[in-house]
């Protein structure tokens, strides 16, 4: 048995006092945001976006100081592995009501919701009319129509395809409360914005549809009967993130699992446990509560024989470390191998599987485990097969479209596009060996100069990394897609680099970048000219040449890449559209699956012909709803860049790829040795 002391961080130490009087500065800002309006507004973005910059020069320095376990950004509450906690999951049936005009919110004229509107209101709508005859109610939250949860409103009815507004949902749940315990309300995702009441009491809010969020509803919690109401809006601004305009369907709603959880009343938060490049086994641990403080802190991992031992400092903090025992199996895509980890307390006791590996870039190579790897990989949206998805993507959904990669297409990589996908999801890659990136929706144009996008994208970096930081296959964080260059865009963009170097400084970081071309000779040129490449790890592009614009397929093997930049490269997509079953070998227009697959014969040829390419992960797996695209004939609301129909139904498309990395693995580039 290792045991090892604490290590203090005396960075964090030095700038707490900066970080508590920030935190409160935005949860000021947030709260106002979800209450009442006034004058202050005029003066939020300047107040955000000061404290933003501020932000930004501080977490450089952090970054180069310590790794940073929390920021100003990072959320109350982490609550890591939630699901394993005890409580009580909510999914299942709820009632639902459409509130396009937001009446349950706002009544006539701008004044408060009347009693008859309220909709966050648990009353029992038929007994008070019975006691009082003449109250008016224009709702009925108990008697609306059910729905199954988690999954968007777009599977309640088919009058709801299109509706971006207010929906309320509501259930009632029995619970007896147990003396010093706290509860907690958990949401894995709620798309867009929330506002959850608990037996009509405003208990939180929340903004982003891809991560989660944890309230504290100690003390709301009632024996017995108990009523939950959630109101979610799908709608966008121009300060959101993702913006109003995307190529994907929104799916509002509660598109992932409701939990109230149960824990002692100081209970262990968080806890990261990971391998370094150094060859140390490190480990953060957080402990929420009243008594955070001077708390016994174990770590085990029985596998390997290892504890680590130490005390939490007046933070609720520890930062322990030891060598990795000689018989630690890292975890890769041939041996995703995953230890049983046990962080406990006193009074608490968390339980983790966690594999453990090493992700850098050395030797002109991405390199996992000392050994380079070549990205063999696809990019997937949240979405399961079927006609009717509804983004309710469950355990065997993404299993089956995981598997499409790992087993079909012999891939050995996932881009999750274009949000953090579910916990779920994420725990799959890791007992299946699929080496991920994940991003938030930081896409195409939104507002950069806004101190409150900023904030709302900083947060949303948070909570994904604080959520993941344990998922052995996450090896990419992505900042953003396909976002045009500017200096406002350029200091917004470095500003979430600066946090995701001081959250996590094991893992690498990139972004899909757009490209300039240019002509020269005859020779079509692609330069990667983006400031931004100055800050990554690893350079991304998006590519369409063959499909967008006049270039023809067969001259698309003929583009040079040079190297301008001294970095690795990976294609983050390149990808044409055929509609499953449409064949046309003689005229090979576009929609024909011989076009699709032509495309890709004559794109994976010229990514053979670039020397720092490094991965791929074309767009896309399977075919995908998006209002955008509404051909009659091919489209009707479908992305069919997909390598399978939204049925499951492969392509010759999916043939072709599927064949060039089998190529790959059988020859050894999917792994060699690097060179000291």
Known sequence: MQEVRDRGNIAL??????????????????????????????????IIRLISVVWATFALIQAAEAQTFRLDSSPDVVMTNASSRDGLNLSGGWTWSVDPYRDGLQGFHGTAAGKG??????????EATRKNPGDLYEYDMRRADKATLPGSWVSHTPELRYYQGLMWYARDFHYSPKPGKRYFLRIEAANYTARVYLNGTFAGAHEGGFTPFTIDVTGLVLEGENSIIVGVDSVRTDQSVPPPVTDWETYGGITRDIQLIEVPGTFIDEAWVRLTRDGNIAASVRINGNACAGQAVEIAVPELELTMRGTSDERGQVELRTTAPHKLAKWSPENPKLYDVVVSTAVDRLHERIGFRTIEVKDEDIVLNGKSIFLRGISMHEEELGTSPARAMSESSARALLSEIKYGLHGNFVRLAHYPHSESTLRLADEMGLLVWSEVPVYWLIDWDSGETLDTARSMIAENIHRDRNRASIILWSVANETPVSDARNRFLQTLISDVRALDDTRLITAALLT??????????????????DFLDVLAVNTYNGWYGDMPPDAVHDIKWPDDH????????????????????????????????????QTLDMSSNITFLRGMSPWILKDFRSPRRQHPIYQRGWNRKGLLSETGRRKEAFNVLAAHYKMLEASGIAHRATTD
């Open 13 to 46: 130490v030095k700038c707490q006092a900066a970080r508590q009087d920030a935190r409160r500065r935005r949860n000021r800002l947030r709260t106002n945001k979800y209450s009442s309006s006034g004058g202050g507004w005029k003066l939020l973005p300047a």
């Open 117 to 126: 509107h309220q909709r966050f209101d648990p009353v029992d709508v038929d």
């Open 516 to 533: 300039r071309q240019t002509e020269e000779n005859g020779q079509t040129i692609a330069h990667i000219d983006d400031p931004l490449t």
């Open 566 to 601: 001294g970095k690795l490269l990976i294609f983050s997509e390149f990808g044409a559209a055929a509609l499953a079953g449409f064949h046309d070998p003689e005229l090979m227009r576009k929609f024909s699956e011989e076009y699709q697959a032509e495309y890709y014969r």
